[in-house]
């Protein structure tokens, strides 16, 4: 199990509390909630690259550089 965006403290006392408040995920839980951000970021990647191709943003090139970094 993971604890998620909770800044306080975690101790055996709060552990229920954060399990009824959904603040605590499953390891599946987790792994879906990661799997729909790096999907939503890829969707912003390749509609960043789609308006450069299209000539609707001028490319940045420091964006470039980061993306062929992280594709590769």
Same mark, same amino acid.
């Given at each position: 199990?993971?604890?998620? !965006?909770?800044?306080? !403290?975690?101790?055996? !006392?709060?552990?229920?509390?954060?399990?009824?408040?959904?603040?605590?995920?499953?390891?599946?839980?987790?792994?879906?909630?990661?799997?729909?951000?790096?999907?939503? *970021?890829?969707?912003?990647?390749?509609?960043?690259?789609? @308006?450069?191709?299209?000539?609707?943003?001028?490319? !940045?090139?420091?964006?470039? @550089?980061?993306? *062929?970094?992280?594709?590769?």
């Amino acid at each position: 199990m993971s604890i998620l !965006d909770d800044k306080r !403290d975690i101790s055996q !006392d709060t552990i229920g509390e954060l399990v009824k408040n959904q603040k605590i995920l499953s390891n599946r839980g987790l792994l879906l909630k990661n799997l729909q951000q790096l999907i939503s *970021n890829l969707t912003d990647c390749e509609n960043y690259i789609q @308006r450069v191709i299209e000539q609707r943003e001028v490319g !940045d090139p420091e964006i470039g @550089r980061l993306l *062929n970094k992280c594709m590769g």
